[in-house]
């Protein structure tokens, strides 16, 4: 079984640039998560979607963060403009109704 | 405020030794805990759990341990191999199972030696 599937794995910008991540989870999991991880953190909840609801955005940034997953799989998340402290690895993860969440290897962002 | 501490950042332990790895919760809400293992370039994936009812959970070589009074729980493994040395992270939730809201640790840096 494909794990939870996020591209592009490294993304080196400048800051005030727009970037964006895409994350393919596991089929049938109908609940999709965003976590962020800084250095020598855990994992921090930024979104979650069940379907194609955010039903949790309590922890995303809004005025520089969005979010979408159209048609409940696919899901992209957006940084525009981005700063010098968003750089970090954004983790995707994906599970069935609320049970264990599988990770997908993340995002590494570097802003310069 | 951090609800789940992960105080050592760093273990080195021999092949064939016990590695014992160490967290504590603040939050009394918290029901169900959980370990993850990462290795560099992956994301976490998951290595057992432990609600709230029991005070022991056994699988393999793990076994992870709660103590409630004390807000403390432990991952032990025996016998440590050179394949453990990655990163491992306690979460805790405070809706047992079925919950979706994960809060993490910093982790912990588990170095096995040959």
């Known amino acids: 079984e494909a794990g939870v599937v996020q591209s592009p794995r490294y993304k080196i910008i400048e800051k005030k640039q727009p970037v964006a991540f895409w994350c393919n989870p596991i089929?049938?999991?109908?609940?999709l998560y965003w976590y962020l991880q800084n250095l020598g953190q855990g994992p921090e909840l930024l979104i979650r979607?069940?379907?194609?609801?955010?039903?949790?955005d309590s922890q995303l940034p809004k005025d520089r963060f969005s979010a979408e997953r159209l048609k409940g799989v696919d899901s992209t998340l957006k940084i525009q403009p981005a700063e010098l402290g968003d750089s970090a690895v954004y983790l995707c993860?994906?599970?069935?109704?609320?049970?264990?969440?599988?990770f997908g290897p993340g995002t590494r962002l570097t802003v310069l | 405020d951090q609800q789940v501490k992960q105080n050592s950042p760093s273990l080195s332990v021999q092949e064939g030794r016990i590695s014992i790895l160490n967290c504590d919760y603040t939050?009394?809400?918290?029901?169900?805990f959980l370990w993850y293992k990462k290795y560099p370039a992956e994301g976490p994936t998951f290595l057992i759990s432990?609600?709230?009812?029991?005070d022991k959970n056994e699988d393999g070589r793990f076994t992870v341990f709660l103590n409630k009074s004390a807000k403390h729980l432990s991952l032990h493994i025996v016998p440590s191999q050179p394949g453990d040395s990655a990163v491992y992270f306690c979460?805790?939730?405070?809706?047992?199972?079925?919950?979706?809201?994960?809060?993490f640790g910093k982790g912990t840096k588990l170095s096995v030696i040959p």
């Open positions: 979460a805790a939730s405070a809706e047992g199972a079925g919950s979706y809201q994960l809060t």
């Open positions: 993860a994906s599970s069935f109704l609320w049970g264990r969440q599988f």
């Open positions: 089929s049938g999991h109908n609940t």
């Open positions: 939050n009394s809400m918290f029901d169900y």
């Open positions: 979607y069940e379907n194609e609801e955010a039903v949790d």
């Open positions: 432990i609600s709230s009812i029991k």
